[in-house]
């Protein structure tokens, strides 16, 4: 989404365009059909790997965990996972402490409490396409409060994706779900506006982030934050020596509990947050809306959570709108 000859079109810098440091001198890569092609691929592996926390974490919460300390685990695993890459990034504390502080609070506690607090009420599928209700608010957000410039096959894949959200719902049925898990789901939607653009902030201004720090500091202020909240230590963690059920087959909890942590935690953000730098937030963030996709299918065959005829044909329209929002970017480079 941003043109050749414009590279500040679609900045988050709330800075005037005149104010921007030259391309040339930033830290991260202008964006171009390469660094299109690589953000897509990024933001593909990253929307699959989110898919599957939902599908892991559930037969943990249906065990005995709760959702808070379920979130505590996927949040604190990740960080233990990612010191060694906080420790060689540490001088990010003292350049944007900020920038860290707001994602661990929003883009890791915010998202991730809330959507596992809505899973506990509502189908895994129906709680994160509520939640990709975040790249349409996220547009709204750089259109009208940065008042920058968006494509608009950009906008029109945000309104299929949300048209698409409406059929999964079925709301001409008068929304019959859990209606405290839908606002827990809509609470993730808002925590993910912050999610993209507190990642596309990293790479703007005179003191510049890794990507890789970011997430790693995120999730370790997350884990704080966290372990404050949900007191973890009153968790009867021996559950992970035993087995849980997943779709009436049984396993050993530790299983998708390590999928949560690595692949859909880890992965999942290092991914997430490097794509945002090579994709302009509205068009990354759209594109996750395959993670809705993912976790739908996923939680139907892992778990026989089964939607109907109209619900997926809403998952289709997810992934319409995604690639319409992704087409905008190669289009415009």
């Not at 505590?72 to 996972?81: E, K, P």
Request: hydrophobic residues 55%; positive net charge; proline residues 7%.
């Amino acid at each position: 989404m941003h043109s050749s000859s414009d590279p500040s079109a679609m900045s988050l810098d709330p800075r005037p365009a005149a104010d921007l440091p030259p391309t040339g001198h930033r830290q991260f890569p202008a964006h171009g059909d390469r660094a299109a092609t690589v953000g897509l691929a990024l933001a593909l592996v990253s929307a699959v790997a989110f898919g599957g926390s939902g599908t892991a974490a559930k037969p943990l919460i249906e065990a005995g965990l709760s959702p808070t300390h379920t979130v505590w685990l996927r949040v604190a695993g990740a960080a233990l996972v990612l010191l060694p890459v906080a420790w060689k990034h540490r001088d990010a504390v003292r350049r944007r402490p900020g920038l860290l502080l707001g994602f661990g609070l929003l883009a890791v506690a915010g998202v991730q409490a809330c959507y596992f607090a809505a899973i506990s009420r509502i189908p895994v599928g129906v709680a994160l396409l509520i939640e990709y209700l975040g790249p349409p608010l996220l547009i709204a957000y750089v259109r009208l409060v940065q008042r920058r410039p968006v494509s608009r096959r950009a906008t029109a894949g945000a309104g299929v994706a949300v048209a698409g959200l409406a059929c999964v719902v079925e709301v001409w049925h008068g929304l019959s779900f859990d209606a405290l898990g839908v606002t827990f789901a809509l609470g993730a939607a808002c925590c993910q506006v912050g999610y993209f653009v507190l990642a596309d902030a990293g790479r703007q201004g005179d003191r510049p982030v890794d990507p890789l720090a970011v997430s790693a500091y995120g999730l370790l202020i997350g884990a704080v934050l966290l372990t404050v909240l949900t007191h973890p230590w009153t968790a009867d963690w021996s559950l992970l020596t035993r087995s849980v059920t997943m779709n009436g087959h049984r396993l050993p909890a530790l299983l998708p509990a390590l999928w949560m942590v690595l692949v859909a935690t880890v992965l999942a953000y290092l991914t997430g947050v490097v794509s945002v730098q090579h994709l302009s937030p509205p068009v990354a963030g759209v594109v996750a809306n395959l993670e809705a996709v993912v976790a739908t299918v996923l939680a139907w065959i892992l778990l026989g959570e089964h939607l109907g005829p109209a619900q997926l044909a809403g998952g289709a329209l997810v992934l319409a709108g995604a690639f319409a929002a992704q087409s905008a970017t190669s289009a415009r480079s």
